[in-house]
């Protein structure tokens, strides 16, 4: 047993600690940028062709993709069976078979990322400066941080937002271009020819050899001003004459600030699969070198630290794991009244606990929100194999044997009751090992903890706790006993003679009491109908995700104005320390009418207030700013969401044909608007923003000698923040960005000033052979599988639960009678809802099941199991009814709670039967006789493991710590449950019993006399 101990001492401190088992989908996402490209050239040029090849990709399980302005992400989510390193190998592939579809002048490549875009960094770090213009902190910040961290183990993705890196600007006068016969594409070729980096070879000498080098790059603006882009009667012109050069950044739509100063913001995100603590230890080890690197003038601030809030709901589930101990060690001191005999329990338990550490460092598990709920509950568990054991054994002790001979018979008399108990409570668990997609996986490290707890605890049950029983109790006259042990005795005697009492009248009336039986079945069955139903706990974490939304055809400079103006409300909020926002197309985000703020809140311990309800206090302070609206979610550990959406629940709706697609889903949001369940509906369907069209007149244009391709050329040449040449460093490389000078991008009347060259070497305007005219667009065109999808995203109203929302919403989509061409559904979080509300009555089906198939084994009976079961729906009323009560919904933690509570409840019954067979089959009493001396005898043992069961659901149903929102339907379900079932069961099971012994008896070969038997049996 020492060796248990330290075995299981040692694994503990090399356990990992993360909030949740590491169960994500393996996910992959594919960004792309192209500047300048409408959404639908992206999606049509870009992400058709790379979706093309994804599809083909083996074990992919979903694929979605948003196109909007210069930008296509596409994520891939495969099955969680697949190796994400391997699917990695298949990304590359179809990437490499797509190239030749892609756009000839794609800047750069698609890149892929091992990392679900959904996922909230895990790390969140600020640059800022006092004295340094942002793009050189965004140059220190992409050359000394974020190409170091992305090289740390389990480190996903880091994304810089804020937009400012480093870039030679030329801002071109177009009516001076003109003016001199040229156009924008001169002005391009020439500065593609101006500045290159090339291989120029070497020199070899009879006996020295000498490098070629030359001055052929252009570092630095003022370098580019003295290029002569072309010669006009006999006189260089210089682009100096047309165009201002600058140093400035290389997309001037993004922009990040930390609160409300401007400054550059790193996102770390982990790759799915990692332990979150891991790779954010890795993160900040690694941070005081490279900050070292940085000049002094920039200052890195950490604003989202996501281990912060996991540490601590660790620690408070480690607190309520000793409080539990503490409270089950009171409860046996009270029924024992002995502190040898309490310390007897008092080892049994934290041994057991310890001694599953080591089993949980070779399985690879961690000490996770889950696995240390498994240990807590397990302490009601483990203790009643030690409480079984020494209650039977100092009955023998008090009937006069020495404690080595009653160590001895109790041992023997009680080793298959706990054999018993063992084998039925693991056989509750086994149903969990097979639940299917994440929410197995999840809960999968949970089951094996706690059966491997219950397993310890019973060999320590059969082997320590005899021979501690047989040196430490002994037998004490009552004049020898404290009078707190008086005392303890006279109340555990009262109880029973109570029992004994109450229990004669139950006896008396069994009719009446089978009715109850019935009842309570009847009750759990409208209970579970009726109760609201949830998937997982709403859990604090102290981050805030917001999403803020302007009218479609906002400019940048407006939306920033409206960005720090949403800022600046949050920060007045007096549970808000800080927060980070960025706009701007990046990648993360996709539009330029929306924006990010992730809000860091103070800890747990320091306000009054949970995430939810800083979210609904904010909410009117921020309707107040105009032309702007935040979307609000808590940040949570569990993530299934494959796409980022403005509200925490999606639906979205799917179809072949876009135009229908797009005249339903407004119908359809507008209609979950309306519905009372929900809140905040949102969508992703952006089809109002402005766009310029011209309409070219083909004739004029082919007179003229002005192709299509060159229009185009000549456009994107100057609104299209184009990169037409590249500067390269050591450490890191630059582009030189070409477009035409801001005061010809105000409005669309400055495609008038644009020229274009003709066939007579001339240039002409654009109005000569086209027409403009305004029209919507799309800001964004979303896939789900390769066809257009619009999706809905919604918050739950207060006092909704998601089960009722789902009703409604399916009840809302029947009721507009959408085309059978669109295909709706549920995604992410209200997907696996929808699972696994129609897998919770088949998952606590199969644990009765694979309870009365073990225990048919054990006892070699077909009757007995189904007296053992009966106890089970007093349970389910009991934990339902209390989750009702204390306004928690029905969700699948509260379902893990019911299935151990089928465990805890059939100890109960086992106890009294095993000693009613033992009666009828040794001394040859009758069942009546046999049943009615088993109650009043395990009494006492089974009081004390429901209270020690009890008590171990306590801390988690009264808990209010970091991520005690994860633990709390646990505890209030066994809590529940445990109150309701010990009060029925101890007069249910023994008239269950009987009427099942009459029913054998009636319906067996040798039970004529026994069908006389009388209906009631008699009380002496």
Same mark, same amino acid.
């Given at each position: 047993?020492?060796?248990?101990?330290?075995a299981?001492?040692?694994?503990?401190?090399? +356990? !990992?600690v993360?909030?949740?088992?590491q169960?994500?989908?393996?996910t992959i996402q594919?960004?792309?940028?192209?500047?300048?490209?409408?959404?639908?050239v992206?999606?049509s040029?870009?992400?058709?062709?790379?979706?093309r090849?994804f599809?083909?990709v083996?074990?992919?399980?979903?694929?979605?993709?948003?196109?909007?302005?210069?930008?296509?992400l596409?994520?891939?989510?495969f099955?969680l069976k697949?190796d994400i390193?391997?699917?990695?190998?298949?990304?590359?592939?179809?990437?490499?078979?797509?190239t030749?579809?892609?756009?000839?002048?794609?800047?750069?490549?698609?890149?892929?990322s091992? *990392?679900?875009? =959904?996922?909230?960094?895990?790390?969140?770090?600020?640059?800022?400066?006092?004295?340094?213009?942002?793009?050189?902190?965004?140059?220190?910040?992409?050359?000394?941080?974020?190409?170091? $961290?992305?090289?740390?183990?389990?480190?996903?993705?880091?994304?810089?937002s804020?937009?400012?890196?480093?870039a030679v %600007?030329?801002?071109?006068?177009?009516?001076?271009l003109?003016?001199?016969?040229?156009s924008?594409?001169d002005? #391009?070729?020439?500065?593609?020819?101006?500045n290159?980096d090339?291989?120029?070879?070497?020199?070899q000498? !009879?006996?020295?050899?000498?490098? $070629?080098e030359?001055?052929d790059?252009?570092?630095?603006?003022?370098?580019y001003?003295?290029?002569?882009?072309?010669?006009?009667?006999g006189?260089p012109?210089?682009l100096?004459?047309?165009?201002?050069v600058?140093?400035?950044a290389?997309?001037?739509?993004?922009a =990040?600030?930390?609160?409300?100063?401007?400054a550059?913001? +790193?996102?770390?995100?982990?790759?799915p699969?990692?332990n979150?603590?891991?790779?954010?230890?890795?993160?900040?080890?690694l941070l005081?070198?490279?900050?070292?690197?940085?000049?002094?003038?920039?200052?890195?601030?950490?604003?989202?630290d #996501?281990?912060?809030?996991?540490?601590a709901?660790?620690?408070?589930?480690?607190?309520?794991?000793m409080?539990?101990?503490?409270?089950?060690?009171?409860?046996?001191?009270?029924?024992?009244?002995?502190?040898?005999a309490?310390i007897i329990?008092?080892?049994?338990?934290?041994?057991?606990?310890v001694?599953?550490?080591?089993?949980?460092y070779?399985?690879?598990?961690?000490l996770?929100?889950?696995?240390?709920m498994?240990?807590?509950i397990?302490?009601?568990?483990?203790?009643?194999?030690a409480?079984?054991?020494?209650?039977n @054994?100092?009955?023998?002790?008090?009937?006069?044997?020495?404690?080595?001979q009653?160590?001895l018979?109790g041992?023997?008399?009680?080793?298959?009751?706990i054999?018993?108990?063992?084998?039925?409570?693991?056989?509750v668990?086994?149903?969990?090992?097979?639940?299917?997609? $994440?929410i197995?996986?999840?809960?999968?490290e949970?089951?094996?903890?706690?059966?491997?707890?219950?397993?310890?605890?019973?060999? *320590?049950?059969?082997?320590?706790?005899?021979m501690?029983?047989?040196?430490?109790?002994?037998?004490?006259?009552?004049?020898?006993?404290?009078?707190f042990?008086?005392?303890?005795?006279?109340?555990?005697n009262?109880?029973?003679?109570?029992?004994d009492?109450?229990?004669r009248?139950?006896?008396?009336?069994?009719?009446a009491?089978?009715?109850?039986?019935?009842?309570?079945?009847?009750?759990?069955?409208?209970?579970?109908?009726?109760?609201?139903?949830?998937?997982?706990?709403?859990?604090d974490?102290g981050v805030?995700?917001?999403i803020s939304?302007?009218?479609?055809?906002v400019?940048?400079d407006?939306?920033?104005?409206?960005q720090?103006?949403?800022?600046?409300v $949050?920060?007045?909020d007096?549970?808000?320390v800080s927060?980070?926002?960025?706009?701007?197309?990046?990648?993360?985000?996709?539009t330029p009418?929306?924006g990010?703020?992730q809000?860091?809140?103070?800890?747990?311990?320091?306000r009054?207030?949970?995430?939810?309800?800083?979210?609904? %206090?904010?909410?009117?302070?921020?309707?107040?700013?105009?032309?702007?609206?935040?979307?609000?979610?808590?940040?949570?550990?569990?993530?299934?969401?494959?796409? *980022?959406?403005?509200?925490?629940?999606?639906?979205?709706?799917?179809?072949?044909?876009a135009?229908?697609l797009s005249?339903?889903a !407004?119908?359809?949001?507008?209609?979950?608007?309306?519905?009372?369940?929900?809140?905040?509906?949102a969508?992703?369907?952006?089809?109002?923003?402005?766009?310029?069209?011209l309409?070219?007149?083909r004739?004029?244009?082919?007179r003229?000698?002005?192709l299509?391709a060159t229009?185009?050329s000549?456009?994107?040449?100057?609104?299209?923040?184009?990169q037409v040449?590249t500067?390269?460093t050591?450490?890191?490389?630059?582009?030189v960005?070409?477009?035409?000078?801001?005061?010809?991008?105000?409005?669309?009347?400055?495609?008038?000033d644009?020229?274009?060259?003709?066939?007579?070497?001339?240039?002409?305007p654009?109005?000569?052979?086209?027409?403009?005219?305004?029209?919507?667009?799309?800001?964004?065109?979303n896939?789900?599988?390769?066809?257009p999808?619009?999706?809905l995203?919604f918050?739950?109203a207060?006092?909704?639960?998601?089960?009722?929302?789902?009703?409604?919403?399916n009840?809302?989509? %029947?009721?507009?009678?959408?085309?059978?061409?669109?295909?709706?559904?549920?995604?992410g979080m209200?997907?696996?809802?929808q699972?696994?509300?129609a897998n919770?009555? +088949?998952?606590?089906?199969?644990?009765? @099941?694979?309870?009365?198939?073990?225990?048919?084994?054990?006892y070699?009976?077909?009757?007995?199991?189904l007296?053992i079961?009966?106890?089970?729906?007093s349970?389910?009323?009991?934990?339902?009814l209390?989750?009702?009560v204390?306004g928690?919904?029905?969700?699948?933690?509260?379902?893990?709670?019911?299935?151990?509570?089928?465990?805890?409840?059939?100890?109960?019954?086992?106890?009294?039967?095993?000693?009613a067979?033992?009666?009828?089959?040794?001394?040859?009493k009758?069942?009546?006789?046999?049943?009615?001396?088993?109650?009043?005898?395990?009494?006492?043992?089974?009081?004390?493991?429901?209270m020690? =069961?009890?008590?171990?659901?306590?801390?988690?149903?009264?808990?209010?710590?970091?991520?005690?929102?994860?633990? %709390?339907?646990l505890?209030?379900?066994?809590?529940?449950?445990l109150?309701?079932?010990?009060?029925?069961?101890?007069y249910?099971?023994?008239?269950?019993?009987?009427w099942?012994?009459?029913?054998?008896?009636?319906f067996?070969?040798?039970?004529?006399?026994?069908?006389?038997?009388p209906?009631?049996?008699p009380?002496?």
């Open positions: 047993m020492l060796g248990v101990l330290l299981g001492a040692v694994a503990y401190l090399q +356990l !990992p993360s909030a949740l088992p169960v994500d989908y393996p594919v960004l792309t940028f192209y500047p300048g490209a409408s959404p639908d992206m999606a040029s870009v992400t058709t062709p790379l979706e090849q599809g083909e083996p074990g992919l399980a979903q694929m979605t993709s948003t196109s909007s302005f210069g930008a296509s596409i994520t891939l989510q099955d697949e390193d391997v699917a990695e190998q298949e990304v590359q592939a179809s990437i490499n078979a797509a030749t579809y892609l756009p000839k002048d794609l800047p750069n490549p698609p890149t892929y091992k *990392v679900n875009p =959904a996922d909230t960094p895990i790390l969140t770090l600020a640059l800022t400066s006092q004295t340094l213009p942002l793009q050189k902190v965004e140059d220190y910040a992409d050359t000394n941080l974020a190409q170091k $961290i992305s090289q740390l183990s389990g480190v996903g993705l880091v994304t810089i804020g937009g400012q890196k480093p %600007r030329v801002l071109a006068n177009p009516l001076e003109a003016s001199y016969g040229m924008l594409e002005l #391009r070729v020439a500065l593609g020819n101006a290159v090339q291989a120029k070879g070497n020199l000498g !009879p006996r020295q050899s000498y490098t $070629i030359d001055n790059q252009l570092l630095a603006s003022a370098n001003l003295p290029i002569v882009v072309a010669y006009r009667n006189n012109v210089r100096s004459d047309v165009a201002e600058v140093d400035g290389e997309n001037t739509t993004q =990040a600030w930390m609160n409300t100063e401007p550059v913001i +790193l996102n770390i995100q982990r790759q699969g990692t979150i603590i891991g790779v954010a230890d890795r993160v900040k080890a005081p070198q490279l900050q070292a690197s940085l000049p002094s003038s920039v200052r890195v601030t950490t604003l989202t #996501r281990t912060t809030t996991i540490r709901s660790v620690k408070d589930v480690q607190f309520e794991l409080l539990t101990i503490a409270l089950v060690v009171m409860v046996m001191f009270l029924f024992l009244r002995s502190a040898s309490t329990p008092s080892v049994a338990v934290p041994l057991s606990i001694g599953t550490f080591g089993v949980m070779l399985a690879g598990f961690s996770d929100n889950l696995s240390l498994a240990l807590t397990s302490t009601g568990f483990v203790v009643d194999d409480i079984v054991m020494i209650e @054994i100092a009955r023998f002790i008090e009937g006069g044997d020495s404690p080595l009653a160590a018979k041992s023997e008399q009680i080793g298959f009751t054999v018993s108990l063992t084998v039925s409570l693991i056989a668990l086994i149903p969990l090992l097979f639940m299917g997609d $994440i197995g996986r999840l809960f999968r949970f089951a094996i903890t706690l059966g491997v707890t219950i397993l310890v605890s019973a060999f *320590v049950s059969l082997t320590l706790t005899p501690m029983c047989s040196k430490l109790l002994k037998h004490e006259e009552s004049w020898q006993q404290s009078r042990s008086q005392a303890s005795e006279r109340f555990v009262r109880m029973n003679q109570f029992y009492k109450t229990l009248v139950v006896l008396r009336h069994q009719t009491t089978l009715l109850v039986t019935v009842g309570t079945l009847v009750a759990t069955i409208l209970l579970y109908y009726y109760v609201p139903k949830g998937f997982f706990p709403v859990q974490t805030i995700l917001g939304d302007a009218a479609q055809d400019s940048f407006a939306m920033a104005r409206r720090q103006a949403l800022a600046a $949050i920060l007045k007096p549970d808000v927060l980070s926002s960025f706009i701007g197309v990046d990648g993360t985000n996709m009418n929306s990010r703020i809000i860091n809140l103070k800890p747990r311990d320091q009054n207030d949970t995430a939810s309800d800083v979210i609904r %206090r904010l909410e009117p302070q921020l309707a107040k700013v105009q032309g702007a609206t935040l979307y609000m979610q808590p940040v949570q550990d569990l993530s299934i969401e494959d796409r *980022v959406s403005r509200t925490q629940y999606q639906y979205s709706i799917e179809d072949a044909d135009t229908e005249q339903w !407004p119908r359809l949001a507008a209609k979950l608007a309306a519905l009372p369940q929900l809140r905040d509906v969508t992703d369907q952006l089809d109002d923003g402005r766009a310029e069209v309409t070219i007149d004739d004029t244009a082919a003229l000698g002005v299509p229009i185009d000549i456009l994107y040449d100057a609104f299209g923040q184009r040449s500067i390269f050591q450490l890191n490389q630059y582009h960005v070409l477009e035409v000078d801001p005061r010809f991008q105000q409005n669309p009347d400055a495609l008038k644009i020229y274009v060259p003709s066939s007579a070497g001339t240039e002409v654009l109005s000569t052979f086209a027409h403009f005219e305004q029209q919507t667009e799309s800001l964004a065109v896939h789900q599988g390769q066809f999808v619009v999706t995203s918050n739950l207060p006092n909704a639960s998601l089960g009722q929302a789902v009703t409604a919403i009840t809302a989509a %029947r009721a507009i009678h959408l085309p059978e061409s669109i295909h709706p559904g549920f995604q209200a997907q696996a809802f699972s696994s509300l919770e009555p +088949l998952l606590v089906l199969a644990a009765v @099941i694979t309870v009365y198939i073990v225990l048919g084994v054990l070699e009976s077909y009757i007995h199991p007296t079961l009966s106890t089970l729906p349970a389910g009323a009991g934990a339902i209390a989750l009702w204390c928690e919904d029905f969700s699948v933690i509260a379902l893990i709670g019911i299935i151990l509570l089928i465990g805890i409840v059939q100890k109960n019954a086992i106890m009294m039967i095993d000693f067979l033992e009666a009828e089959r040794k001394e040859g009758k069942p009546f006789d046999a049943i009615y001396q088993a109650c009043l005898l395990r009494f006492r043992p089974i009081m004390m493991t429901t020690a =069961a009890m008590l171990g659901g306590v801390p988690l149903a009264f808990g209010t710590g970091t991520g005690s929102e994860l633990r %709390r339907p505890g209030i379900s066994i809590v529940g449950g109150l309701v079932s010990q009060v029925l069961t101890l249910t099971t023994p008239v269950v019993y009987l099942f012994d009459r029913l054998a008896r009636r067996s070969h040798a039970g004529v006399a026994a069908a006389t038997e209906a009631v049996d009380i002496d």
